[in-house]
């Protein structure tokens, strides 16, 4: 090697390990950056997951027949549960037809699906509506009754969500075959069936209870 060359192979050296040194340390620059800086809420899901989970309750409703009615009654299945008033509008409505369109794409699961309204009047529903969704529990029964245990502040996972709470009629609650209200969906009025239905897909699918 003469004394011309060596200079360049110094420098070629040197930007082989700066190369080097570059590939190993971007990723770790850009994972401390997505951690520190656009850190994710670690959840790929539509719905809100709520911690701590709450017990669905063990209270006796009525059911529009008058029958008793408790939570025990579809025990051991996934439970999608709406609330409404006797007035069903088409907000409301809108949210059953997604409720029963994604219990029926499960095909022979859809066994591992109940579905439960609970009216929080004592008006009559609407002879259409119940013909409708024939397979739906519709209870009566009071917000106040509601609202401990189908939790909207409370026990959220992270800030997701947490804009858009309103009420218990707003949202989609679903409980676990355990008897848990595990998630809350976003508001009625903005739900988007195709990630409503993923989710409830993605439910079934991790899990063999229910």
């Given at each position: ?115 439960v309204v609970?009216v929080t ?43 858009d709470i ?45």
């Amino acid at each position: 090697m003469n004394a011309a060359s060596a200079p360049a192979t110094l420098n070629k050296s040197r930007m082989t390990i700066i190369l080097v040194f570059l590939t190993c340390a971007l990723p770790i620059v850009a994972a401390f950056y997505l951690y520190f800086f656009n850190k994710p809420d670690g959840t790929n899901n539509y719905g809100t997951i709520l911690d701590p989970q709450v017990n669905v309750s063990t209270e006796v409703f009525k059911n529009i027949n008058g029958d008793d009615f408790t939570m025990n009654q579809v025990a051991d299945k996934w439970v999608l549960i709406q609330v409404i008033n006797s007035e069903c509008d088409a907000v409301c409505q809108n949210t059953m037809y997604f409720q029963r369109q994604a219990r029926a794409t499960k095909g022979k699961e859809q066994g591992r699906i109940e579905r439960v309204v609970f009216v929080t009047d004592d008006g009559p529903l609407e002879t259409l509506l119940l013909r409708q969704f024939p397979d739906v529990h519709f209870v009566r029964a009071s917000e106040s009754q509601l609202k401990s245990w189908l939790p909207l502040e409370q026990g959220i996972v992270g800030s997701k969500g947490s804009a858009d709470i309103g009420t218990v009629r707003d949202h989609v609650f679903v409980a676990d075959p355990l008897g848990h209200v595990m998630m809350r969906f976003p508001p009625n009025n903005t739900l988007q069936f195709d990630k409503f239905r993923k989710d409830v897909s993605r439910l079934l699918w991790a899990s063999n209870i229910g």
